[in-house]
């Protein structure tokens, strides 16, 4: 179990403020597996491998780069973490939470979050984008459990959106307007590594789930509590067990991933460009 206030942050915040000097980004991306195609879109003034950040540590999944990258556009900041923790790696929820404790420290205050999902609701096929609704935390705990510390917010935070309603319309209209309209829907999150039952899919269906996977709710509940305006997305690589007459496998959802890659990056070049506009006067 993990007790979020044991967990000492300030190293991996110095770690970073020594590498990318005082700056004062307007949002933060965490990127989930083949997400970091969009770094190829940007130029990145900082890139500080997560091994160099302390507590963060390396990613351990084949395809989660393990880097923080600061990047320009129309002279705003944007962090993007190109890799994250999950966990199925038994390391608490530390790591978990420490990208999300750096960009809300740096003065971030929208935090957008990416990742691979298996398709629960019919007519989500692989390589759709689906923007989250609302999630339902199937992961057993919550990153809030243990001492309370202010800096998450309130001891019991309202969950009612957590997902922003206003910047989920604008990242759909932006999309949209792009040529790449995104689907919508509820995400489910599995603490994981296994992959869902098909009876568990059948049980995650009817409580009203769209798709699955096994990140991003940790980080989407905390960056809430701190106050961040949050978005997700997911990318539908497969669909969910038993829904297809097929076993899953990594490769193939690697395999989806590597085809979405343009639209991915397309979509997330367009919203990033958004959230760097000059806020109106
Ligand atoms: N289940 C859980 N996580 C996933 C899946 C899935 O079907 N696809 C990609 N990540």
């Given at each position: 179990?993990?007790?979020?206030?044991?967990?000492?942050?300030?190293?991996?915040?110095?770690?970073?403020?020594?590498?990318?000097?005082?700056?004062?980004?307007?949002?933060?991306?965490?990127?989930?597996?083949?997400?970091?195609?969009?770094?190829?879109?940007?130029?990145?003034?900082?890139?500080?491998?997560?091994?160099?950040?302390?507590?963060?540590?390396?990613?351990?999944?084949?395809?989660?780069?393990?880097?923080?990258?600061?990047?320009?556009?129309?002279?705003?900041?944007?962090?993007?973490?190109?890799?994250?923790?999950?966990?199925?790696?038994?390391?608490?929820?530390?790591?978990?939470?420490?990208?999300?404790?750096?960009?809300?420290?740096?003065?971030?205050?929208?935090?957008?979050?990416?990742?691979?999902a298996g398709g629960i609701r019919p007519?989500l096929?692989?390589?759709?984008?689906?923007?989250?609704?609302?999630?339902i935390?199937m992961?057993?705990?919550?990153?809030?459990?243990?001492?309370?510390?202010?800096?998450?917010?309130?001891?019991?935070?309202?969950?009612?959106?957590?997902?922003?309603?206003?910047?989920?319309?604008?990242?759909?209209?932006?999309?949209?307007?792009?040529?790449?309209?995104?689907?919508?829907?509820?995400?489910l999150?599995t603490?994981?590594?296994s992959y869902e039952t098909p009876a568990e899919i059948r049980a995650y269906a009817t409580m009203g789930a769209d798709a699955v996977g096994?990140?991003?709710?940790?980080?989407?509940?905390?960056?809430?509590?701190?106050?961040?305006?949050?978005?997700?997305?997911?990318?539908?690589?497969n669909v969910a067990a038993g829904v297809a007459d097929?076993a899953l496998?990594?490769?193939?959802?690697?395999?989806?991933?590597?085809?979405?890659?343009?639209?991915?990056?397309?979509?997330?070049?367009?919203?990033?460009?958004?959230?760097?506009?000059?806020?109106?006067?």
């Open positions: 179990m993990s007790r979020m206030k044991q967990f000492d942050f300030s190293p991996a915040l110095t770690a970073v403020r020594q590498q990318i000097g005082d700056v004062c980004p307007s949002w933060a991306l965490i990127l989930g597996s083949g997400w970091s195609v969009v770094l190829e879109r940007f130029a990145s003034t900082h890139i500080v491998p997560y091994a160099d950040i302390p507590g963060l540590g390396q990613a351990g999944v084949q395809g989660h780069a393990g880097e923080l990258h600061v990047v320009e556009i129309n002279g705003r900041l944007g962090l993007v973490f190109a890799g994250r923790r999950h966990l199925y790696e038994g390391i608490g929820f530390g790591p978990i939470a420490t990208p999300v404790y750096i960009a809300k420290s740096l003065g971030a205050e929208t935090l957008l979050l990416t990742n691979a007519g096929a692989p390589g759709d984008l689906m923007l989250l609704d609302d999630h935390n992961m057993g705990q919550s990153p809030l459990t243990g001492e309370h510390d202010a800096f998450w917010g309130p001891r019991f935070p309202d969950q009612s959106t957590v997902y922003d309603p206003a910047l989920r319309q604008t990242l759909a209209s932006v999309a949209e307007r792009a040529g790449h309209p995104l689907d919508h829907g509820v995400y999150a603490s994981g590594p096994m990140s991003t709710v940790p980080e989407a509940i905390l960056g809430n509590a701190a106050g961040m305006r949050v978005a997700g997305i997911s990318c539908i690589t097929k496998a990594h490769d193939e959802v690697l395999q989806v991933t590597e085809q979405a890659k343009p639209r991915m990056g397309d979509v997330l070049a367009v919203i990033c460009r958004h959230l760097s506009e000059p806020p109106p006067a």
